[in-house]
């Protein structure tokens, strides 16, 4: 009986898959497989019955959850209720579990729950879900008697509790929400899950149920039974291309979805792009999150909100009113007289959402959206309207209003230029939200760093908000952070040229002066340099000499920092890394003394001309090395002679001691190597292996080949030399298979094959030849390979900067290239962005920079390399 039901089952699911790929109806879908699951469960049941007719009364079988909605995904568990009375439970036990196991083995993945009557009557705190689940209970079989008393007491539960259940909902879909940062713009979304997903679509049907005893209706505002119809269309065809319930929209579903013009209907031969068709899903996302929002409104409910509202004095006649953290636009229907017809008014309203953090209600975004023809009447631009703008910008909570301006069309009318951006999707594996937002994050950060700068906060954060405060204008920086990629919606290569053009348009229709207008222009164009100079050896004088030709002026240069800041941080939660902070500050300093020449740039001069003694004391940091030393202070200065800036510049006074410490071994093991591992905070665990030793062909090329044969993926890795020749190479690393997290043995085991496969006494061909290459998975993004040559960037070496597909063994097949053709690595700054390496060596030929002909054989043989490893 087993092998005929699961196979008739198997018979009946693909003919409700072939429908949908004919159809493309996701509803009719999961309601077939509702109906074929309800077959099946009463067949398994009236077996029972069958063999033991008392079953037939004290037991209910019921679905909940998803399936009580009729609404059973193809991958979808089976949630199943089976109300039990007291006096059957110990005979109804083994058939339950006869019926579960009937499912189990058609394929079927069943969750099921038994309970009584009285186990149903009230909502549970501490298990808010299970009550939620009831709120969709259906009958599928068993003891309609019984069943009846179930539903009686679940409308009384629902009755009695309704408040109690509309905060659960609204406190569950809150945390859910920050989960995913409280946006709906992901660059691959969880379509259930995600602000705007189908689990939104449950909660608004859950609340117009609390409201409304005929029924949960369909929910709120315009456009939602046609999202609802796209987002599970979409969720089917996920699961059947993925065959499990995996509702992550990732780059290749995107692209086969829009293929297949999911959820778009039409002619099937009119082909759209993947940018498009998510601009569809994001689109039907918002209907979503509107009826939401409208739905908790209408049910005297809010989102809870991590911040609380601020209060501000709203003057009478401002045309709103603020009411319980909800702003009301104000309405004369008799006099016909409507605030939302008001520029100055609807300004006033945002601008006090940027600054209380207060919601806008849902219904004066609707008269907002419907009156953007007369708005565009009477808005008056120039000065005023920089005011207006102005005062939303500098609002504690701008991005929150921004985002309010952008859904009802408010933005995009004073901002034209905003409107290719809405939406936009860029892959590159490594931002996460859509540009807009990433727009809006942007702003949210530098809000956030005012605040940090009189609070407890980390010393890296209070160091950036006071910066923020120093700012003459601060509002420029957020304007230039609010129009700083609209060139991104533009078919543009360089997109900072491209914004900094449409922001012009912007600037002269607000009339703003030559001064602010260059300042504003300069930040947007000038807006990646930062970025890219961290990137190059920011010790280097030409480096930070070329980039302060860029700012010119503290101001610029204080913008452009706290800029840079909040748009690495805005790619993703993660993306902000302690060294790239503390790199940034590093780059700030450097910068800003080379703007004023101040003492330290002199102490670096004196330091190259007078001798190791009379430079290196007046450094406060070596000076403390040396007080560590103990009376060593001569062999430390000869250590510390001729390394790089950086090299002192990123190391503590006890980790440059160490390193020093370890030179003494020399005579024991001339290849000193430390381990540190690291703690998983947020991702995989980041370790740190550094060897020093003397200076000899492939040493770097060693260390990179050595951590590939483990299988380590490098992070970043720079290398530096002294006028000794004593070399010091520090590779932060992530072992995906947490060998050296979980295995402490296995930690020496590691350090000391690293030393004798860098040593040359273990080959490492044998090692890594052992480690078989796996197929792997395809890229999200695919990276084209660059290399380029720089000599300009340094005065004594060659710049080689590397951009290419982050995959394993990259880095060692870069070295081995630079070892094999006897070029030595003077400084290597390896850094990844995503699915994107970017590697930059400082490289000399025989202590000279590289000549044309060099250059060129090198770049050939590199991208032959590089090629040949990821093949």
């Known amino acids: 009986m087993g092998a005929t039901a699961r196979g008739e089952y198997d018979r009946r699911t693909v003919e409700i898959r072939r429908g949908f790929e004919l159809n493309g109806d996701g509803l009719r879908a999961v309601a077939a497989r509702a109906a074929l699951v309800d077959e099946f469960v009463v067949r398994f049941w009236g077996e029972e019955l069958r063999a033991n007719p008392k079953l037939s009364r004290g037991v209910a079988i019921a679905a909940i959850g998803g399936y009580g909605r009729a609404e059973l995904y193809p991958h979808s568990d089976v949630d199943l209720l089976c109300c039990v009375e007291k006096a059957a439970k110990v005979e109804a036990k083994d058939a339950i579990r006869r019926m579960s196991q009937s499912l189990w083995d058609c394929g079927l993945q069943v969750a099921l729950t038994t309970r009584t009557v009285g186990e149903c009557d009230r909502l549970d705190a501490a298990n808010p879900e299970f009550g939620l689940s009831l709120l969709d209970l259906r009958q599928v079989g068993g003891d309609e008697a019984l069943f009846a008393k179930l539903s009686g007491a679940v409308a009384k539960m629902r009755a009695r509790d309704m408040k109690g259940f509309g905060a659960a909902l609204m406190r569950l879909t809150s945390e859910r929400h920050a989960k995913y940062g409280n946006t709906l713009f992901h660059l691959e979304p969880n379509i259930k899950d995600c602000p705007g997903g189908l689990r939104d679509v449950h909660v608004c049907q859950w609340l117009r149920g609390l409201r409304d005893s005929k029924g949960n209706g369909g929910g709120a505002g315009e456009g939602f039974g046609e999202a609802v119809a796209f987002l599970a269309a979409l969720r089917c065809f996920l699961h059947y291309r993925r065959e499990r319930d995996d509702n992550t929209l990732d780059w290749q579903t995107q692209d086969a979805a829009a293929q297949a013009r999911v959820g778009l209907g039409g002619s099937s031969q009119e082909r759209v792009d993947a940018a498009y068709w998510m601009r569809v ?14 739905e908790g409104e209408n049910a005297g409910l809010q989102m809870e909100v991590v911040k609380p509202v601020q209060r501000v004095k709203i003057p009478e006649r401002a045309g ?11 309405a004369d229907a008799e006099a016909g007289i409507d605030s939302a017809h008001d520029p100055e008014i609807v300004m006033a309203v945002f601008a006090c959402m940027a600054e209380s953090g207060a919601r806008l209600s849902q219904r004066s975004q609707e008269r907002i959206a419907s009156a953007i023809p007369k708005l565009s009447a009477h808005l008056e631009e120039g000065p005023k309207l920089w005011r207006q703008l102005s005062a939303i910008l500098m609002g504690k909570r701008a991005g929150q209003a921004l985002r309010v301006m952008h859904t009802v069309g408010v933005l995009d009318l004073i901002v034209p230029e905003f409107h290719g951006i809405d939406a936009l ?23 956030e760093l005012e605040e940090d700068a009189g609070n407890k906060a980390p010393e890296w954060r209070v160091r950036f908000g006071a910066m923020i405060r120093e700012l003459q204008q601060p509002g420029l920086l957020y304007l230039a952070g609010l129009l700083h990629d609209t060139g991104k919606g533009r078919a543009s290569e360089h997109h900072a040229v491209e914004s900094a053009r449409m922001a012009k348009g912007v600037l002269d229709r607000l009339e703003m002066d030559a001064y602010d207008t260059g300042l504003v222009m ?26 302060v030709g860029k700012v010119q002026t503290h101001e610029a240069l204080r913008m452009l920092t706290l800029f840079t800041y909040a748009d690495i941080a805005a790619v993703h939660p993660d993306a902000l890394t302690p060294w790239k902070v503390e790199n940034l500050w590093r780059l700030w300093m450097a910068a800003a003394n080379q703007l004023d020449r101040s003492v330290d740039e002199e102490r670096v001069r004196a330091r190259v001309a007078g001798g190791a003694i ?28 001729g390394f790089p800036e950086r090299y002192v510049r990123t190391r503590s006074p006890e980790t440059m001691l160490q390193h020093f410490e370890m030179t003494r071994l020399f005579s024991s093991e001339p290849f000193q190597i430390t381990f540190q591992q690291g703690t998983a905070v947020l991702g995989a665990a980041v370790h740190e292996i ?20 483990w299988g380590m993926n490098v992070v970043t890795a720079d290398a530096f030399a002294n006028e000794a020749g004593v070399v010091v190479d520090s590779f932060r690393f992530t072992d995906a298979f947490r060998t050296l997290e979980l295995n402490e043995s296995e930690r020496t085991r590691f350090v000391g094959s690293v030393r004798e496969l860098v040593a040359g006494r273990s080959p490492v061909e044998k090692l890594l030849s052992g480690r078989r290459r796996g197929k792997r998975k395809p890229p999200r993004v695919v990276v084209a390979t660059k290399v380029d040559f720089d000599e300009a960037a340094s005065t004594h070496s060659t710049l080689l900067q590397v951009i290419a597909q982050d995959v394993p063994g990259l880095l060692r097949a870069i070295s081995a290239t630079l070892s094999e053709h006897g070029y030595n690595v003077e400084v290597a700054l390896v850094d990844t962005e995503g699915e994107t390496a970017i590697d930059v060596f400082y490289i000399t030929s025989d202590g000279n920079r590289l000549s044309a002909e060099q250059k060129r054989v090198l770049g050939q043989a590199l991208s032959a390399a590089i090629e040949e490893n990821a093949g």
Do not use: C
């Open 281 to 294: 899903y994001f689109r039907h996302a918002r209907v979503v999150e509107r009826s939401l929002l409208g």
């Open 425 to 447: 999707v860029i892959r590159d594996a490594y931002h996460r939200y859509t540009v807009d937002e990433h727009t809006f994050v942007l702003i949210d950060v530098l809000h």
């Open 690 to 709: 550094t060897l020093v030793t003397q200076d000899r062909p492939r040493l770097f090329a060693g260390m990179a080949s050595a951590l590939a044969a």
């Open 320 to 330: 709103f009113l603020l009411r319980d953290g909800v702003a009301h636009l104000k």
């Open 522 to 547: 300069q930040l947007i164009e000038n807006h990646l340099e930062m970025s890219a100079a961290m990137r190059r050896d920011i010790f280097d004088a030409e480096t930070v000499r070329a980039f």
């Open 614 to 641: 009379g430079g290196w004391r007046k450094d406060e940091k070596v000076a403390r090395v040396i007080s560590l030393a103990r009376g060593r202070h001569v062999e430390v200065e000869q250590f510390l002679e």
